[in-house]
């Protein structure tokens, strides 16, 4: 699920005063002015649904036909989710989705805002492409300043940069670097924090406190909440006292929709109870007026008897893959209720509507409601509440494995390549095994058990699978998962090695996320990394992985840095790893695994958190004695153009040492060019200068000519 589709809709008739010139400046600024208007509000306040609202309101693209005349405009959106996948609260998300959007309402743009890839397109290199990298996609935004053949406008909403994952000052500075064009404006969102006050609060003709704009709307929602109850018109109370309820409520809610929600609901409990005046508002009187006490007395209201139920199941909404779908609640609750019973509602009533059912998922009833439940007090009364030894991630294991063995998947799986799968059921095995490897505070005996009943129910399944062997792809998928102890115990088994030719150490080599700990346990028990595989020309399992992690292949920058973060490198090196062992490359062409960890040094995806490690990974490098004459070609990524007529110099053969003096050649052009926009290109020779004074003291070590130090001087004056 989108959050787009998760933001509740407008209540009717509201939000109209945002149009309204004498109320907010939004309009003024929609019609007239560039940069960027801020919309910020209390927990609770409507940010998201009035940030929804205004995109898709008509009037919203009336009013902008002032600021862009005849030629148009494209309004681009964006909401930011803390509760969804990376992708949804990160920097890489937010631009990979505008421009997705930006190329396909302007296909022609991709030629001029991206035009290294277009070139490399045109030259069949495409499949070659690093993955998308922030200072790239950036500089795709800047050239819409520059470019004056550009004419298009952009309006962007960006929802809920509170829930952005990383540092709110560097998003900040993002967000206004890229409205520095005057054919793009942003609408911005989020709660009143100092570091969004500090950048976007200084001009209060671009800005606007929702909570303090909606008496009105909260007035008429709260109205129409009690009299859609069948009781209200039939109350034995007059009009006016039914107003002087209403407006008592709108006075205590302080502008949040989410609590004038949340107390007609107990409003409307008591019209169930038939409850007089005096009764409606003794119940208004009691309920605390902010949030979080709300919440705590909503809890508590739940019934003693069922607090099991409900502290398990508000962890499992707190999962961090979280929302998941209705029926993983079902299996888990089916030790309580019947499985009809589970589909009819018992999550509302087990937390009194503090999670609810949303098409195929249950989420929280709004963000604060999670926020809440992750204070330091609320998990140590969830942990106190639930059921003993629960654990979360077992539980939701055991869910995928009981969801798994009473699904069918006819389809089946394929396999990729070697080790590599696809299909539904696949999906929901890497979920499984996923869990499963978190699940710490539960018995080993536990998961195993529930690991094996997993395999043996795909056994039983691949009669209709037949010829694939089911076996052999979940020995592959738990290689690569997080889950070395029962790998351990497996391998005790010879046979277990035997489901395929291809080796344990080779699978774990194709992880998409690595495992440190199961590789360093493979060679270990004496995998070779070394050793190529036995069927037609399957690279060696290190050969493998160097492979994976090169720049060769979509994405894969990010898996380099993931491995220079666990520090995979070393650890194959460590259990004897070849640094000299051949990689090709092209046709023809072959690279050293010591010359292409070499070459990565001019990678973007080497960036300033990972340099220690890509530091201490060279140590081991050449730790193992590499050879430095093999050939190794520049990146010219730093390059904003490459002149036609330059090729990359080859110098004259000097032994191991030619090498050396192709990065200093390399070095000297990176300072001498521009870089490209958005790269801080001082953070990158640093690294590049601790690389050639490691190589430096390495020849020193062999006995280089010392006569090649002024090469040196050239790339690092």
């Given at each position: 699920m989108?959050?787009?589709e998760?933001?509740?809709?407008a ?6 005063w945002i149009y309204?010139?004498?109320?907010s400046?939004?309009?003024?600024w929609?019609?007239?002015q560039?940069?960027v208007?801020w919309i ?14 205004i995109?898709h309101?008509?009037?919203?693209r ?7 005349g005849?030629?148009g405009v494209t309004l ?7 509760s969804?996948?990376?992708m949804?609260k ?7 989705s505008?421009?997705?959007?930006i190329?396909?309402?302007?296909p ?5 805002m991206c035009?290294?890839?277009w070139?490399g397109?045109?030259?069949g ?9 922030i200072?790239e996609?950036?500089a795709a ?18 929802d ?5 994952n ?11 670097r ?5 054919n793009i404006?942003?609408c ?9 006050e ?8 671009q800005k606007?406190y929702v909570?303090?704009?909606?008496s ?5 929602f709260a109205?129409?909440?009690l009299?859609?109850?069948c ?6 109370f007059?009009?006016?006292q039914k107003?002087?309820?209403?407006e008592?409520?709108g006075?205590?809610s302080?502008g ?5 929600f949340l107390?007609t609901?107990?409003l409307?409990?008591g019209l169930?109870n038939?409850d007089?005046?005096c ?11 902010d949030?979080?006490?709300l919440?705590?007395?909503i809890?508590?209201s739940?019934?003693e008897f069922?607090?099991?139920?409900m502290?398990?199941?508000l ?11 209705v ?11 019947d499985?009809?019973?589970?589909l ?5 009533v ?7 059912r949303r098409?195929?998922?249950?989420e929280?009833l709004?963000?604060?409601v999670?926020d809440?439940?992750?204070t330091r ?9 639930s059921?003993?030894d629960f654990d ?10 009981i969801?798994?063995k ?6 089946g799986f394929s396999?990729i390549?070697d080790?590599e ?9 890497e979920?499984?095994?996923s ?17 094996d009943?997993l395999e043996s129910?795909l ?7 037949e ?11 738990v ?8 790998v351990?115990?497996?391998?005790s088994?010879?046979a277990y090695?035997?489901?395929?030719p291809?080796s344990p150490?080779?699978v774990a080599?194709k992880a998409?996320t690595?495992?440190?700990?199961t ?8 995998e070779l990394?070394?050793?190529p595989?036995?069927i ?5 399992p290190?050969l ?7 720049p ?7 898996r380099?840095s993931s491995a220079?973060?666990?520090g995979?490198?070393?650890i194959?090196?460590a259990h ?8 090709p490359?092209?046709?023809g062409y ?7 960890y070499?070459q ?12 220690e490690?890509?530091?201490?990974s060279?140590s081991?490098?050449l730790?193992?004695n590499?050879?430095f ?7 010219d990524?730093?390059y904003?153009?490459?002149p036609?007529d330059?090729s990359?110099?080859w110098?004259?053969d ?9 990065a200093?050649?390399g ?8 870089p ?6 001082s ?5 590049l200068?601790?690389?050639v004074e490691?190589?430096?003291?390495e020849?020193?070590?062999?006995n280089?000519?010392l ?9 690092l004056?």
């Amino acid at each position: 699920m989108s959050r787009h589709e998760a933001i509740t809709d407008a209540h009717h008739d509201t939000f109209k005063w945002i149009y309204d010139a004498t109320v907010s400046g939004f309009s003024t600024w929609l019609r007239t002015q560039d940069g960027v208007f801020w919309i910020s509000g209390k927990p609770g306040s409507g940010k998201s649904t009035l940030m929804k609202y205004i995109t898709h309101s008509q009037e919203t693209r009336q009013i902008l036909a002032g600021w862009t005349g005849s030629e148009g405009v494209t309004l681009l959106s964006h909401y930011f989710w803390g509760s969804g996948t990376s992708m949804q609260k990160s920097k890489q998300g937010l631009l990979q989705s505008l421009l997705h959007d930006i190329f396909q309402e302007y296909p022609s743009y991709i030629r001029i805002m991206c035009p290294k890839r277009w070139a490399g397109t045109k030259n069949g290199l495409a499949s070659r492409a690093e993955s998308w990298s922030i200072s790239e996609m950036l500089a795709a935004f800047e050239t819409i300043v520059d470019q004056e053949s550009m004419t298009a406008k952009f309006c962007v909403f960006i929802d809920g940069l509170d829930e952005y994952n990383g540092e709110f000052s560097g998003l900040c500075d993002m967000v206004k670097r890229i409205s520095k064009s005057s054919n793009i404006k942003i609408c911005i969102s989020s709660r009143p924090l100092n570091a969004f006050e500090n950048a976007f609060g200084q001009e209060s003709s671009q800005k606007l406190y929702v909570h303090s704009l909606t008496s009105n709307d909260i007035l008429k929602f709260a109205q129409d909440r009690l009299q859609s109850h069948c009781r209200w018109a039939a109350c034995a109370f007059d009009d006016a006292q039914k107003l002087a309820l209403v407006e008592d409520l709108g006075s205590r809610s302080e502008g949040v929709f989410l609590w004038v929600f949340l107390v007609t609901e107990e409003l409307r409990r008591g019209l169930d109870n038939d409850d007089n005046i005096c009764h409606l508002q003794r119940r208004l009187e009691k309920l605390p007026r902010d949030l979080e006490r709300l919440f705590n007395h909503i809890l508590a209201s739940v019934e003693e008897f069922y607090h099991n139920e409900m502290a398990d199941i508000l962890q499992i909404a707190l999962y961090p893959k979280a929302p998941l779908q209705v029926h993983i609640y079902g299996y888990h609750l089916q030790q309580y209720y019947d499985e009809s019973d589970v589909l009819r509602g018992p999550v509302e009533v087990l937390t009194n509507g503090l999670l609810e059912r949303r098409g195929h998922y249950v989420e929280f009833l709004h963000r604060t409601v999670r926020d809440y439940l992750l204070t330091r007090d609320m998990c140590d009364f969830l942990a106190a509440k639930s059921t003993p030894d629960f654990d979360v991630n077992y539980a939701i294991s055991r869910a995928y494995v009981i969801y798994i063995k009473s699904t069918l998947f006819p389809a089946g799986f394929s396999m990729i390549s070697d080790a590599e799968y696809e299909g539904t059921i696949i999906d929901y095995l890497e979920e499984t095994l996923s869990c499963t490897s978190k699940a710490v505070h539960c018995t080993t005996d536990l998961v195993f058990e529930l690991l094996d009943e997993l395999e043996s129910t795909l056994v039983e399944m691949s009669r209709e699978w037949e010829p694939l062997c089911p076996r052999r792809m979940f020995r592959d998928l738990v290689i690569q998962s997080n889950l070395p102890a029962y790998v351990s115990m497996k391998l005790s088994d010879p046979a277990y090695r035997d489901l395929s030719p291809v080796s344990p150490l080779y699978v774990a080599s194709k992880a998409f996320t690595y495992t440190p700990s199961t590789i360093k346990l493979l060679l270990e028990h004496g995998e070779l990394p070394n050793q190529p595989e036995d069927i037609q020309v399957m690279l060696a399992p290190w050969l493998s992985f160097v492979r994976e992690v090169s720049p060769w292949g979509q994405l894969r920058g990010r898996r380099f840095s993931s491995a220079l973060e666990c520090g995979l490198f070393s650890i194959f090196l460590a259990h004897g790893a070849d640094p000299n062992g051949q990689l090709p490359v092209t046709p023809g062409y072959s690279l050293t695994a010591f010359a292409i960890y070499l070459q990565l040094t001019f990678s973007t995806h080497v960036s300033e958190i990972s340099s220690e490690t890509y530091l201490h990974s060279l140590s081991s490098f050449l730790e193992r004695n590499p050879d430095f004459s093999a050939c190794v070609r520049l990146d010219d990524y730093f390059y904003q153009q490459k002149p036609a007529d330059e090729s990359y110099k080859w110098w004259p053969d000097q032994g191991e040492s030619s090498t050396v003096l192709r990065a200093c050649d390399g070095l000297s052009s990176v300072r001498s060019r521009p870089p490209l926009r958005g790269m801080i290109p001082s953070r990158r020779l640093k690294l590049l200068s601790r690389v050639v004074e490691m190589i430096i003291r390495e020849g020193v070590k062999r006995n280089w000519d010392l006569e090649l130090l002024p090469y040196f001087a050239r790339g690092l004056p």
